[in-house]
């Protein structure tokens, strides 16, 4: 049957990835560690010790995977650069060889015509800034600004398109307060510092990046955001749920478009809440050019006086369905966002950086049968349609994510790839869900 749900005719078709879950090659071309190497180097981790020493080694088989992008139909790439690939000990000379890899990636990219979207960071600082402090220590966001002056210098030519971070609230809390990602600190104090500099870092790079742009260049930012729902009818269940909300959505969102933290967030954190400078907020305030926005799941809390930061914790809404990851399928969370994302900020421009799910995927004759994939990402766009239709300024939709990958302390146990990856000989198969989106592209549409 052939797409009736069409969209805009300069709409972009993508898929993404992140350096450290896919390159490989961790000690070629002159890379340094990153606090990743050093995270799941260390014993205890990550699910059975996997680490990203090898991942998809994209770093030698990018022509290959190319290739499998034209095969999908992308006109679009969203990829991460490697930060310690190009600069290795975090400051100083530029790292030559990583510059190269990235040129011919993008060279490459623009003669298959797919449009490369590159983001500048997607979690995996270099360990030599770690090692003086990491995103606590408010130097990193000069050294932010040097990488991505680098970046639009050496390899500005080819990218029109840069997102500076990717999900600084994964960052903030699960890096610096929960412990369970790289570097594996557990501080609300330093958790809330570390979201704040990020935010700076960002206008940082925005800047350095638009000191060289050309006619045409976007820079924006990559948020995770999600509908956050009480358990229950009580008003102790709807303040945990306003509270989730400022704390993955609102912390984020305002100082970006209104210029402030929210008030209700700066007195819940009180002596815990960042030390601010004057002129930092009208710097965080600096307009995107469009915002990306990440959506995996809605997020239902009760009120538990036992769990920090904001006294809430999640739930699972019984007879809904998971992937997994045990995230809710929930496709209309999406269209909410949008709209509220719309309504509340007034972005520009919105691309939905990631959108995709895991399942239990098996090669069987050859094959990849992954009909749940494919009926996840159906459900999602059709939501995407309508926001379309009802006037959100939605320019494109990356899956997450092009290949399976280490899916960072998960490691190699769960699958969101469009394309199988089989680890030990990394021979790739594109799964049922994957050429179904290579009609979605050919189409332009889906059908309703």
Known sequence: MPADVLFPTDFRWGAATAAYQIEGAHAEGGRGPSIWDTFSHTPGRTANGDTGDVACDHYHLYPQDIGLMRDLGLDSYRFSISWPRIFPTGSGSPNQEGLDFYRRLISELRDAGIEPFVTLYHWDLPQALQDRGGWANRDTVGRFGEYAHTLATRLGEGVHNWITHNEPSVVTYLGHLLGTHAPGARSLRTAIQVSHHLLLSHAEGMDALRAEARPGDQV???????????????????????????????????????????????????????????????????????????????????????????????????????????????????????????????????????????????????????????????????????AIEEGVPLRGYFVWSLLDNFEWTYGYGKRFGLIYVDYPTQQRIIKQSGRWYAEVTRENGVES
């Open 220 to 386: 924006g930012i990559t948020l995770v955001v999600a509908p956050v729902e009480p358990a229950g009818d009580s008003q102790a269940d709807a303040d945990a749920a306003r509270l989730w909300d400022g704390l993955v959505n609102r912390w984020f969102l305002d100082p970006i478009f209104h210029g402030r933290y929210p008030e209700d967030m700066v007195e819940h954190y009180g002596e815990n809440g960042p030390d601010i400078q004057p002129g930092d907020m009208e710097r965080i305030a600096t307009p995107v050019d469009f915002l990306g926005v990440n959506y995996y799941n809605r997020m239902v809390v009760r009120h538990d006086p036992a769990s920090s930061p904001v006294q809430a914790a999640l739930v699972q809404p019984t007879g809904r369905t998971y992937t997994a990851m045990g995230s809710e399928v929930y496709p209309e969370g999406l269209y909410q966002i949008l709209t509220r994302v719309r309504d509340d900020y007034s972005p520009g421009a919105i691309y939905i950086t990631e959108n995709g799910a895991a399942y239990e995927d098996a090669v069987v004759d050859g094959n990849v049968p992954d009909q749940p994939r494919q009926q996840y990402i159906h459900e999602h766009l059709l939501q995407v349609h309508r």
